[in-house]
């Protein structure tokens, strides 16, 4: 899951970032609410965790102008403004919840996580190839009705093939989804982790369902 987080204060946004990353998401940063509109205006996040005090343009402008675009990202509200009258506004504007500074990194974490289920709910129902499925909202995976443990990032990247059956995908382009802007797409990491999930999800059950494109990158298909 990739979030964009629109936050000003350095200390803040390192809190939030650093958690989240530990938690398995991607996080892209933005310090100000006119690199923010551009950031979230591509609509490659799951998620936007906005300020609404922010420099150059305030954190419910970016918003109206996300929505104005008809953006259905689910967006997370911080600011310290505390009073129902701000909630009910910033609601109104289009935010899916409201997160009052100061809080605790588990409420965060809470909300992200039930903001991301209500949207892949609402988004897709269990995504399924031959015998392998993926539930986005309770974040499981079955193969041959066997449970299979996957990690946050492992999970990521399959739900991306998943929802792109028969579309082959670049290594920036999984670089691109699964980590944030400022990852070296050079690196080999996105090979170790198709060899993590080959282990997991294809090694032990027939037929292959992932399978690479030499020279370009992998596709996920039943032959």
């Not at 082959?168 to 797409?185: F, G, K, Q």
């Amino acid at each position: 899951m990739r979030v964009l987080l629109v936050e000003d204060e350095k200390k803040v946004a390192s809190f939030i970032k650093k958690g989240l990353e530990e938690h398995g998401y991607a996080v892209d940063l933005a310090s100000d609410g006119k690199t923010g509109l551009a950031m979230a205006l591509d609509q490659i996040h799951d998620l936007l965790i906005l300020d609404i005090n922010l420099p150059e343009i305030d954190g419910l402008t970016v918003l109206s102008q996300i929505r104005g675009k008809k953006a259905v990202t689910p967006v997370l509200l911080l600011t310290v403004r505390a009073t129902i009258e701000d909630k009910v506004i910033g609601l109104d504007t289009g935010a899916d919840d409201y997160l009052s500074k100061p809080f605790s990194f588990e409420e965060l974490l809470a909300r992200v996580r039930a903001l991301l289920r209500r949207h892949s709910e609402s988004k897709s129902p269990v995504l399924s190839l031959a015998d392998l499925s993926l539930d986005p909202a309770s974040r499981q995976v079955f193969r041959g009705g066997n449970r299979i443990e996957l990690t946050s990032k492992e999970f990521a990247i399959l739900e991306y093939f998943l929802r792109n059956v028969g579309r082959v995908l670049t290594r920036s382009m999984i670089i691109n989804h699964a980590w944030d802007y400022d990852y070296e797409a050079e690196t080999n990491v996105v090979d170790v982790y198709i060899a993590y999930l080959r282990k997991k999800i294809d090694a032990p059950y027939h037929p292959k369902l992932l399978h690479t494109i030499r020279g370009t990158g992998y596709v996920m298909r039943e032959e």
